[in-house]
Structures are given as C-alpha cells and as structure tokens.
C-alpha cells in the first residue's frame, strides 16, 4: 500500500511539471524491489501516467515535435534498453545530472536564454532524451530541459511530452521483460498501478490549469534543477 501511495504522490508531480513521475517513483521502488524490478515497475508506472496525460491534454498537442523529436527518441531508447545489463548506471546518471543542474541554474539565472527548435535542434534532443530513457529509465529530465528551452506553452508542453513518453515506454517495456526484469507474480501490481496513474494524473491536470505559464516554466525548471542535483548526489555516493 505505501508503494501504491508513493505512486500516486509521483505522478501527481509528475503531471505538475509534465515529466519525473519514474525519477520520483524509481529510487523510492529500489527501498521494496531489486533495481531490475523497480525500473520495469516504475515503466510501466511511466507509461501508464503519460497515456492519461496525453488522453486529459490531447487537444494541445504539436505533432511535428511529436515527429521530430519523437522518432528519435523512440528509435535511440531501443539503443539504451539493449545496453542497460552492460553500462553502469550511476556514472551515467552523475554526468546527466550535470548537465541538468547547469542548464537548469543557467536559464533560471538568465530567464531570456533558449534553444532553437530548429530541426537538427529537435533531432538531436530526442535522440539524446530517448537514448537516456532507455539506458537509465528516467529521461523526462532532458527531454524538459529541450522543451522549455524551445519555450512550448505549457499544454501543449505535457501533451506533446506525454505522447512521445508512450511511444519511448512501449519500445523499451517490452525489451526489458524479454530480458527476465519483471517476475510472474509481480504482473498482478500492475492493474492497481494502472489506477494509481491516471488518479495522478487527473488531480495534477486540476493544479497546473490554474498556473501561470512563465510560473510553470520556473517550476519546471526548479524539478530539472533538484534530478539533477540528486542524480550527482547518488553519484558522488556510489564513488
């Protein structure tokens, strides 16, 4: 029940700031399941979550970033799946988490700084995002850091994000159960999971309607700015 309860907790900040659902529930999953289990738990939690967020926000969606950095991310999260049993994962997750605490503290420092969203832009950012998400299971980090950087209005910010997570999810959910992660037993948790994300999802939809667009950015940017912060901090921790 309390993994349940942390589920639900997960997503609903999740939705709040359209990503972070799997970086909030994974390390709490390590403290019931082996990592294994817990990253494809928290998959599916994932996937779940962003199939209601898509389903509550679909009228918002940019369908060529869902093409353009869509794709990629799909095809570059087959790559990461493959790779999870042979890379290490913390040093991956300290260097990431680098990168988002300097992009984050960057743009919060100066509130005009932004990417292009031209096409080798987009191309590059969901290669990168969706090679993340496939090898550590949590790439909404990034995937948010391009986002706000492209300066998505925030609707269509999670709807376009959730829709490209599905995709990413349904790739490398089914290469991780191929490889043995999930035992028998453990498929009943996934009904209730189910439940857990789209009650998440719905209570979080309720909050972040009522925010301000340039508040939500900063609120974004403040959730890349602590995964970063934690993926360094359980990096420095594992040396």
Same mark, same amino acid.
């Given at each position: 029940?309390?993994?349940?309860?942390?589920?639900?907790?997960?997503?609903?900040?999740?939705?709040?700031?359209?990503?972070?659902?799997?970086?909030?529930?994974?390390?709490?999953?390590?403290?019931?399941?082996?990592?294994? +289990?817990?990253?494809?738990? *928290?998959?599916?939690?994932?996937?779940?979550?962003?199939?209601?967020?898509?389903?509550?926000?679909?009228?918002?969606?940019?369908?060529?970033?869902?093409?353009?950095? #869509?794709? /990629?991310?799909?095809?570059?999260?087959? =790559?990461? *799946?493959?790779?999870?049993?042979? +890379?290490?994962?913390? &040093?991956?997750? #300290?260097?990431?988490?680098?990168?988002?605490?300097?992009?984050?503290?960057?743009?919060?420092?100066?509130?005009?700084?932004?990417?292009? /969203?031209?096409?080798?832009? +987009?191309?590059?950012?969901?290669?990168?995002?969706?090679?993340? %998400?496939?090898?550590?299971? &949590?790439?909404? #980090?990034?995937? $948010?850091?391009?986002?706000?950087?492209?300066?998505?209005?925030?609707?269509?910010?999670?709807? +376009?994000?959730?829709?490209?997570? =599905? $995709?990413?999810? %349904?790739?490398?959910?089914?290469?991780?159960?191929?490889? #043995?992660?999930?035992?028998?037993?453990?498929?009943?948790?996934?009904? =209730?999971?189910?439940?857990?994300?789209?009650?998440?999802?719905?209570?979080?939809?309720?909050? =972040?309607?009522?925010?301000?667009?340039?508040?939500?950015?900063?609120?974004?940017? %403040?959730?890349?700015?602590?995964?970063? *912060?934690?993926?360094?901090?359980?990096?420095?921790?594992?040396?």
């Amino acid at each position: 029940m309390l993994f349940f309860l942390l589920a639900l907790i997960s997503e609903i900040i999740g939705t709040l700031v359209g990503f972070g659902s799997t970086t909030i529930l994974l390390p709490l999953a390590l403290l019931f399941f082996d990592f294994r +289990t817990a990253l494809v738990l *928290a998959a599916f939690f994932h996937l779940f979550g962003n199939f209601a967020r898509a389903n509550f926000f679909k009228h918002s969606l940019d369908k060529r970033m869902i093409v353009q950095f #869509g794709v /990629p991310s799909l095809l570059f999260s087959i =790559v990461g *799946a493959i790779l999870v049993s042979s +890379t290490p994962q913390q &040093t991956l997750k #300290g260097l990431l988490g680098l990168f988002l605490c300097g992009y984050a503290g960057l743009t919060l420092w100066k509130s005009k700084f932004a990417i292009k /969203p031209t096409f080798i832009n +987009t191309l590059f950012g969901g290669a990168v995002s969706g090679f993340i %998400a496939g090898l550590i299971g &949590t790439g909404g #980090g990034l995937r $948010a850091a391009f986002f706000t950087a492209f300066r998505i209005p925030k609707q269509t910010y999670i709807a +376009t994000s959730a829709v490209i997570a =599905v $995709a990413v999810d %349904a790739t490398r959910i089914p290469l991780y159960l191929q490889q #043995g992660f999930l035992k028998p037993q453990l498929y009943r948790y996934l009904p =209730v999971l189910f439940v857990m994300a789209f009650a998440g999802s719905f209570l979080g939809k309720q909050i =972040v309607d009522k925010i301000p667009q340039e508040i939500f950015r900063k609120v974004v940017l %403040a959730a890349v700015l602590l995964i970063g *912060a934690k993926f360094i901090f359980d990096w420095i921790a594992a040396l």
